[in-house]
């Protein structure tokens, strides 16, 4: 009886881990379909030069920074807005437009300054609400109150 327990146990781990098998590997050929132009060598080098650089999150950046540092809430709504916006070309700090023309390499720049932008924005917004939190402590401290 042990045998036949351990052999329907050993075939139900087998299959098993061949359907994940299948399944990982369907997945891997779905996103490759829907991402086929993320692993070409013009891609990756608009990623890594949009890290070098676009700059230009600065503005929006210290908007936020500022408006967080008054309060974090207030903070917030300049922070939603510039982070979900489309950066306009201009503002893209491309060096090279021949490079632009070819689709890979621009999906890969604004793609990569997007996540540039987004992650500045919300980083300085996290900075500020620290910052905006620890004068509220100090000044509650200070008065005789705690949180």
């Not at 881990?17 to 991402?35: F, G, H, M, P, Y």
């Given at each position: 009886?042990?045998?036949?327990?351990?052999?329907i146990?050993?075939?139900?781990?087998?299959?098993?881990?061949?359907?994940?098998?299948?399944?990982?590997?369907?997945?891997?050929?779905?996103?490759?379909?829907?991402?086929?132009?993320?692993?070409?060598?013009?891609?990756?080098?608009?990623?890594?030069?949009?890290?070098?650089?676009?700059?230009?999150?600065?503005?929006?950046?210290?908007?936020?920074?500022?408006?967080?540092?008054?309060?974090?809430?207030?903070?917030?709504?300049?922070?939603?807005?510039?982070?979900?916006?489309?950066?306009?070309?201009?503002?893209?700090?491309?060096?090279?437009?021949?490079?632009?023309?070819?689709?890979?390499?621009?999906?890969?720049?604004?793609?990569?300054?997007s996540?540039?932008?987004?992650?500045?924005?919300?980083?300085?917004?996290?900075q500020?609400?620290?910052?905006?939190?620890?004068?509220?402590?100090?000044?509650?401290?200070?008065?005789?109150?705690?949180?």
């Amino acid at each position: 009886m042990k045998k036949y327990l351990l052999l329907i146990m050993a075939t139900t781990a087998g299959s098993f881990s061949v359907k994940a098998q299948i399944v990982k590997s369907e997945k891997i050929i779905l996103t490759d379909i829907v991402n086929e132009h993320m692993y070409t060598e013009q891609y990756i080098r608009g990623v890594r030069d949009a890290e070098k650089h676009f700059k230009s999150y600065e503005e929006s950046a210290k908007i936020t920074y500022y408006s967080s540092i008054v309060n974090p809430l207030i903070g917030l709504v300049p922070a939603i807005a510039n982070s979900n916006t489309m950066i306009p070309e201009s503002k893209l700090n491309f060096t090279n437009e021949d490079l632009m023309n070819n689709p890979d390499y621009y999906y890969g720049y604004t793609h990569q300054a997007s996540r540039v932008n987004k992650a500045q924005i919300w980083k300085k917004w996290r900075q500020g609400s620290v910052i905006s939190l620890a004068i509220t402590g100090l000044v509650l401290g200070a008065v005789g109150l705690s949180f």
